[in-house]
């Protein structure tokens, strides 16, 4: 008897709608783009930096506009999640082992979110 | 004993008269301790003999049984009808070409497997009368949770990348490969490396982590793919900055 496989094709652009751990999984890929786009702003303001006071002034007032804070809420929002979402992955990723136990995974996740605390604390102290 | 009418959705395909799979419902009266491979013995046995499935041990150890239960890779051995609602569609494991109804074509994932030579290769050949290889519980608990792997490909089922990119080695075989790069008794690492450790390998994972969530063993083969990454960066630093260092 001969055999007749049949394929099943997978949707190439629709299949993280059919499961919400796909969709999560895509949540935090998207973010990357706001991280870019981010990092792109803060090249754009190094080069108005370079052109002199009045276009860094001019930048800086386009941030304080509604569409700039906008942005920077958006990008935010995005930011965090991409973060705490790496931060809670990481016991998977970089296990410790101590003797004959693994150090709890909560331990390295918190120890994350302290090290992000702390560096917060230092930007917002110093940056002010 | 309390009985419920559950109306089995199942997905056919015959290869000798089909051109496409269909699905046959079959009504099956069932018991609330049931699992979802009783149902579909029931059917075998009174409805219809004709339907073809993997099974053997029914107390998921064996890895025969994986199929997509509402549209979830789930052994159906372990999946309680009473968890389910009156209306459970069963279907072949998906990524994989369906030979006859809820059976797949596996070669792809046999082939993979031996690939990455999921076997103990010794550092040094030792003469019997040298005695046994001797391990600590530290060294033991460093690869354990990996050795509880039934190759029941839950984790090929429930990956999109390894849907999207049939080439891709898969959770199952890495984190074998894995579990016998930790294990001290172990030489034979810079072999596997040259098959996990490749564009196809390891590189194709972008951490969905499908395969930790779906494993009815709780083996984390996500967890292993990104210690994988992480081992074969620090190898690629060492050979290009530091040529000079012995691996």
Redesign the interface.
């Known amino acids: 008897?001969s055999?007749?496989?049949?394929?099943?094709e997978?949707p190439?652009t629709s299949?993280?709608f059919?499961?919400p751990?796909?969709m999560r999984?895509m949540a935090r890929?998207v973010t990357c783009i706001f991280i870019g786009a981010y990092a792109l702003l803060l090249v754009v303001a190094v080069k108005r930096l370079a052109q002199g006071p009045d276009a860094f002034q001019g930048f800086l007032d386009a941030l304080h506009s509604p569409l700039g804070v906008l942005f920077n809420l958006a990008v935010l929002v995005a930011a965090v999640y991409h973060s705490t979402s790496w931060f809670n992955?990481t016991?998977?990723?970089?296990?410790i082992?101590r003797?004959?136990?693994?150090v709890p995974g909560k331990m390295i996740v918190g120890a994350h979110y302290a090290a992000w605390a702390v560096v917060s604390l230092i930007v917002l102290i110093w940056g002010v | 004993m309390s009985e419920r009418q559950i109306q089995l959705e199942v997905l056919r395909y015959n290869p000798e008269t089909d051109t496409e799979p269909r699905f046959q419902t079959y009504s099956v009266p069932c018991l609330n301790e049931w699992v979802v491979l009783d149902a579909l013995n029931y059917v075998k046995d009174n409805l219809d003999t004709t339907l073809s499935y993997r099974w053997s041990c029914h107390m998921a150890v064996c890895g025969s049984c994986g199929m997509m239960i509402n549209g979830e890779p789930k052994l159906a051995c372990k999946a309680f009808i009473h968890e389910y609602p009156d209306k459970i569609r069963v279907e072949p494991l998906a990524n994989f070409p369906i030979e006859r109804d809820l059976v797949t074509v596996v070669e792809d994932f046999i082939t993979k497997f031996a690939s990455i030579k999921p076997y103990l290769i010794p550092k040094e050949d030792k003469p019997i009368s040298a005695g046994e290889y001797k391990q600590s519980p530290a060294e033991l608990l460093k690869y354990k949770q990996y050795t509880l792997c039934i190759n029941c490909m839950l984790c090929y089922a429930a990956c999109p990348q390894y849907g999207l990119v049939p080439e891709f080695l898969g959770p199952a075989a890495i984190s074998m490969a894995h579990r016998y790069n930790q294990d001290s008794r172990d030489g034979g690492r810079d072999q596997r490396q040259e098959v996990i450790a490749s564009h196809e390998g390891v590189w194709e994972c972008s951490f969905v982590g499908a395969c930790s969530e779906v494993c009815p063993k709780h083996v984390d083969p996500a967890g292993a793919l990104q210690q994988v990454k992480v081992a074969s960066t620090i190898d690629w630093y060492k050979e290009h900055l530091m040529p000079w260092v012995k691996k």
């Open positions: 008897m055999r007749k496989p049949y394929i099943r997978v190439k299949w993280f059919r499961q751990r796909y999984y890929e992955v016991p998977q990723a970089m296990p082992q003797g004959e136990e693994f």
